[in-house]
């Protein structure tokens, strides 16, 4: 039995097969850890084959895809079935792609993937197929207080900030200015965020085509950004801050009891963490009025 | 003139606030979360109780002591939000 582990944002997950396991994406290899006894969730991977894999028993269930119109292009659906199983299922349409379909099927701390790889592959599994193991990670968060969020975020001699906005309006041109002025990016996309006692951390996540590897910061002031033709920088609070962050997460809500736990999550920060409305022009005079709040 | 609520939302305080979050497979935009003022969950809980808006709208005159045509106009704007964003339907 081959094993390969993994930790993302505070989250182990042990991965085990017949066959030996790789990473032919490097994005995900610098997550990979020496063991892990422990683990969060433990999951068996094998191959399969057919052309169906329809979840019959499915109770409820979300679909969405991922156009990435150069690295994959798949339809994933994340759901859970009646007896209280979660799956989820991610169908390639790129006939490039090593594989054609994977299926995984957890509940509690134990679960299976299977990949049905297209022909003539390497010797090797990849449990990572995009974007399976991100909505793992996601549906794990998401019950232990955290919650994923499209955002960059910085480390700035210690100090993390955070950047959110729908894409295309500045997250990585925010994220260059601050290396530009000496801070560390920790990921310029798609961030964790994990909730302490008293702290909030951002950590990134493994990511196709990113070689990077594991980096946490604890957030001192969270962003909700804009272009603008003129710097400005307001303080927002309350329900309707919480909401303006949340637009931002990633969630899969099958629940009453999920979407309330969730927002609660992303309250949990707020309350921890000061959040701010960002305007901004691309040159590093923001970074300056950002440290200039001494957060 | 009843409403009914749909099953794709729920409710939930959030830093003292009434939120509606959506829920299920229907979501496809976390921008569907709003937050509602003390007169929109006086209606939200009613219209989920089953109470005609007739009787809702009497209510909050009597309840807030404000005049008809505005409670009316309220009552509309909530109640108009809330089928744009399919929480609620009207009932015939």
């Known amino acids: 039995m081959k094993t390969i582990c993994i930790s993302v944002a505070n989250i182990t997950i042990r991965m085990s097969a017949e066959e030996p396991l790789d990473f032919s994406d490097a994005g995900f290899r610098g997550f990979v850890i020496a063991s892990a006894d422990e683990a969060d969730i433990c999951i068996s991977v094998s191959d399969a084959t057919g052309d169906t894999h329809s979840e019959a028993d499915r109770e409820s269930w979300i679909v969405g895809d991922c156009r990435d119109m150069e690295f994959s292009e798949n339809i994933w659906e994340i759901g859970v079935t009646k007896n209280g199983e979660n799956y989820i299922v991610v169908d390639s349409y790129r006939h490039d792609s090593e594989y054609s379909w994977v299926k995984m099927r957890y509940k509690g701390n134990c679960g299976k993937i299977q990949i049905c790889r297209r022909p003539q592959q390497s010797p090797t599994i990849d449990p990572y197929i995009f974007p399976t193991i991100n909505l793992l990670i996601s549906n794990l968060l998401a019950k232990s207080n955290g919650f994923m969020i499209h955002s960059s975020v910085v480390d700035d001699g210690g100090k993390g900030y955070l950047f959110t906005a729908v894409s295309g309006t500045g997250k990585s041109t925010m994220a260059k200015l601050w290396k530009e002025k000496g801070a560390t990016i920790v990921n310029d996309d798609m961030i964790a965020i994990t909730n302490g006692e008293n702290t909030v951390e951002a950590h990134n996540i493994p990511m196709s085509y990113y070689n990077q590897e594991p980096r946490k910061i604890a957030l001192r002031g969270i962003f909700l950004i804009s272009q603008s033709p003129t710097n400005f920088i307001r303080p927002i609070s309350g329900a309707t801050a919480v909401l303006k962050l949340a637009a931002n997460t990633i969630y899969h809500p099958f629940t009453k009891e999920d979407s309330t736990r969730h927002i609660k999550s992303v309250a949990e920060s707020v309350q921890h963490v000061r959040l701010f409305e960002l305007g901004f022009k691309p040159d590093t005079d923001i970074v300056d009025e950002v440290r200039k709040l001494n957060l | ?92």
């Open chain 2, 1 to 92: 003139m009843k409403y009914i609520a749909s099953d794709n939302f729920t409710t939930t305080d959030v830093l003292g606030e009434m939120v509606i979050v959506p829920v299920g497979k229907d979501v496809k935009e976390n921008g569907n979360m709003l937050a509602i003022n003390k007169t929109g969950e006086f209606i939200l809980e009613r219209i989920t109780k089953g109470v005609d808006s007739k009787d809702i709208i009497e209510e909050m005159v009597k309840t807030f002591d404000a005049e008809s045509s505005l409670i009316e106009a309220d009552f509309q704007k909530f109640t108009s939000r809330m089928i744009e964003l399919g929480y609620l339907s009207e009932k015939e």
